[in-house]
Structure formats: C-alpha cells, structure tokens
C-alpha cells in the first residue's frame, strides 16, 4: 500500500485561498512526469486552490480527475482577517503545543488524525496513489507516526518545500519530503 503525500507546489504571497507561481506550476509538471512512471492511479486533494491546482497539473499526467477531499486541508490557512504576525504566533504555538487548537483552524493531532484517515482509506482502495496536501499537516502526521527527534528540524521551521514527496508504505515513512524528481 503506498501511499505518496505531496507537498502543493509554490504558491504565490498572499492571503486567503492563492493559487501557485509559474515556478509552482513547471515543479507541478515534474511532479506529473514522476507520477506516470510511479504508476500513480488516483490523486487527492486538499480543496485549497494551490492543492487543487497542483493536483489537476499532476491527475492530467496520470490521465484520471484530481479529487478533493477536506481531510487532506492545511491545519490553518491565513486569510488575512487578523495580522500576519498573530497568525504566526497561533501557528507556532500549535507546533510547540501539539493539543493546542487555534482560533482559525485545527490542533496538530487533529489535522494528524483527519490526514492519516485519508491515508489509511486511499491506501486500502487505491494505492498507489497521490494526496497533493500542505506542509503544515504533512508534518503533523509525521509527528503522529514517527518520533519528533527523526523529524529534520527544517520540517518543523521552515517546512516542507514545493512539490516534495513523501512516501507512505501503510504507516511507514519510506522516504520524508523528497525532491529528487525536480532535479533528475
């Protein structure tokens, strides 16, 4: 059962629901080459518009239609109803404090739980396959299935990067946040 959880591709600066860069979109498409010669038959996606369009770029590879799903959604997203800074505070609270459930979005466990759900019932039916998801909840779920001394401390600060792949046997972390394929 594998199971390959993708970091959306660059998105651009801005807050609410933004799509991604033309650089986001050319990483897109390696991603999709690398998909066709994984023999990826179904793509998942966050709802959010970068998730969604990194997916289509990517589904269009494989020749299948991308489908959203609300459990693949970053743990918060800022739309920039309250300042930036306040945003960052409440985010990196939830990385210290797993438990702690922001004002806008959801605790680290919580988005764990609702991310490996999907894993475990896509990894049942359709592996292998892709989740196109967010940084935030992709580490969240590491932090579930792996201790947070394995972790890279990059992932925990600076986050997952555009298009990185991280691949799932079951629950098993066969590789964290790769991006060889952007580079081959």
Known sequence: MYV????????????????????????????????????????????????????????????????????????????????????????????EDRAYTPSNGDSSHAAASRLLALVREVGMTDSPAAIVTHGGVTVDLLRTLLEDTVIADSLLTTGVPSCAITTLNRTTAASVASVEHLTA
Not at 22 to 34: F, K, N, Q
Not at 40 to 58: D, F, K, M, N
């Open 4 to 95: 390959y959880l993708i970091q959306h591709a660059e998105k651009l600066r801005e807050p609410g629901d933004p799509g991604i860069t033309e650089l986001g979109r050319a990483h897109a498409t390696l991603t999709g080459a690398w998909a066709q010669r994984t023999g990826i038959r179904r793509v998942y996606c966050s709802p959010l518009r970068r998730s969604w369009q990194t997916a289509q770029v990517i589904a269009d590879a494989v020749d299948v239609q991308p489908v959203q799903d609300g459990r693949a959604t970053e743990r918060m997203n800022w739309d920039g109803t309250v300042p930036f800074a306040h945003f960052s505070a409440e985010w990196a609270r939830t990385v």
